[in-house]
Structures are given as structure tokens and as C-alpha cells.
């Protein structure tokens, strides 16, 4: 049980584009979700926490009109980069919450690899 | 500022020893501390939790230990196999947030 999908597992895209990554808990729901970004060989980064229903908390430093995240429905949640740039390339995990779990577990997605050239 | 320190080198061993990762933070007082390991190229797997009040869990061939007054935790995997070559994160929990070392890299050689 517990499993979170993401969806694309990688992407490359053109300067200037935009692109969605897609978060889904599969057999729970989540009320949180969260988005992380991981630069290689650093630490994962809480970018932003996402409650279903209401608008997104950022991380200081991270822009929210670049980096859009909806969690329209207990099961998914979306971050989209906007006009994505080369610095915008890394990893990107999103981890969710069980509505029905201990508040301090969280499942992770297997992450999306972006690459923007 | 918080800072979570891991031995960023990467810990080569030999199968069947005892592997031991430390983890040390300052300016944070957690309510828990948790493991995980990440493999190349994929998401973080959950294996432990420890809360701010317990000394020590174990599951299986893992032990965590937790000090909070030496403000560090050690992760000890005991009879090491290739296949727990990962790198292993330390993540500190407190209210909603969780906030992650860099991890330490363990090879277990054959």
C-alpha cells in the first residue's frame, strides 16, 4: 500500500516552455502534498505544501507564479514550471500525506527528471 | 540556521560488517528524526522513524539511535549486503515540515 506515482519520469523541453508533472497517491488519500527539488549531489528541498482544496504554501525563495501547483482532488496534484530555463533542470519529488496516516509519515513519488535546454 | 550535517563522503564497507552513519544537527529541536534510503535516480524510501522521546529502534537488520542532547542520531545496518549500497538520508520532522541532510553514500563491498 501507500504508493505514489509521478508522471512524466523525465521530460526535456525547449527554453520558455512550460511543463506539468503530475502526483498521484494511488491506493490513499491525501490531503498534503508536498514538492521537493533535488540538485545533484545536495539535499532534497521542500519547494511547496500543498493542501487539497486551498492554495499552496512556498518555501521562502521559491517563486509561486513560476512554479504553479493545483491540488484540485485528494488523489493528485500538479506543478507546472513556467517558461522553464536550464537552471530549472533537476529532480523533482513530490511526496502525499494519508487523510487516514500518522501526520508525520509521507511517501514518496519515484520523481521526474527535467531537463531544459 | 538549522543545518543537518551527514558525512557526505561516500562509506565504503565489507559484506557482513556493521555499517554505521552518523547524522548531527544544530539550531533545530526535532519532535522526530527519520531514515531513508534513495537509490540513483529515484524517489526516497522510508525505513525508520524515531521520536524526540525514544533511545533507540530497530527493524529487521536496522537500529537507529537517537541522542537529543548530543544532537545526533546514528544509523547502523548490521550483516551489510551489495544491496544495501544506497545513499541514506536523514530527515528531521517537526510540525508539517520535513527537512533533509544530503545523505551519505555506502557502497558494501563483496
Known amino acids: 500500500g501507500a504508493v505514489v506515482s509521478q508522471h512524466p519520469s523525465w521530460v526535456i523541453c525547449k527554453s520558455g516552455t512550460s511543463v506539468k508533472i503530475e502526483c498521484r497517491s494511488l491506493?490513499?488519500?491525501?490531503?498534503?502534498m508536498f514538492w521537493y527539488r533535488q540538485f545533484p549531489k545536495q539535499s532534497l528541498m521542500l519547494m511547496a505544501t500543498?493542501?487539497?482544496?486551498?492554495?499552496?504554501?512556498?518555501e521562502q525563495g521559491v517563486e509561486k507564479d513560476k512554479f504553479l501547483i493545483n491540488h484540485a482532488s485528494l488523489t493528485l496534484s500538479t506543478l507546472t514550471v513556467t517558461s522553464a530555463h536550464p537552471e530549472d533542470s533537476s529532480f523533482y519529488i513530490c511526496?502525499?500525506?494519508?487523510?487516514?496516516?500518522?501526520?508525520?509519515?509521507?511517501?514518496f513519488g519515484p520523481g521526474t527528471r527535467l531537463t531544459v535546454l | 540556521s538549522q543545518k543537518i550535517e551527514q558525512n557526505s563522503e561516500a562509506l565504503n564497507i565489507q559484506e557482513g560488517k556493521t555499517a554505521t552513519l552518523t547524522c548531527n544537527y544544530t539550531?533545530?529541536?526535532?519532535?522526530?528524526l527519520q531514515w531513508y534510503r534513495q537509490d540513483p535516480g529515484r524517489g526516497p524510501v522510508f525505513l525508520l522513524l524515531?521520536?524526540?522521546?525514544?533511545k533507540e529502534k530497530r527493524k529487521e537488520r536496522l537500529k537507529v539511535t537517537f541522542d537529543t542532547t548530543l544532537k545526533q542520531s546514528l544509523f547502523h545496518i548490521t550483516a551489510s549486503q551489495p544491496a544495501d549500497s544506497a545513499t541514506y538520508l536523514c530527515a528531521l520532522g517537526g510540525y508539517q515540515k520535513v527537512t533533509f541532510g544530503i545523505g551519505t553514500k555506502l557502497q558494501v563491498i563483496p
Open positions: 524515531i521520536r524526540e522521546n525514544e
Open positions: 500543498s493542501n487539497e482544496g486551498s492554495k499552496a504554501t512556498y
Open positions: 539550531n533545530y529541536s526535532p519532535a522526530y
Open positions: 511526496s502525499a500525506r494519508d487523510r487516514l496516516g500518522p501526520t508525520d509519515t509521507q511517501y
Open positions: 491506493d490513499f488519500q491525501a490531503t498534503t
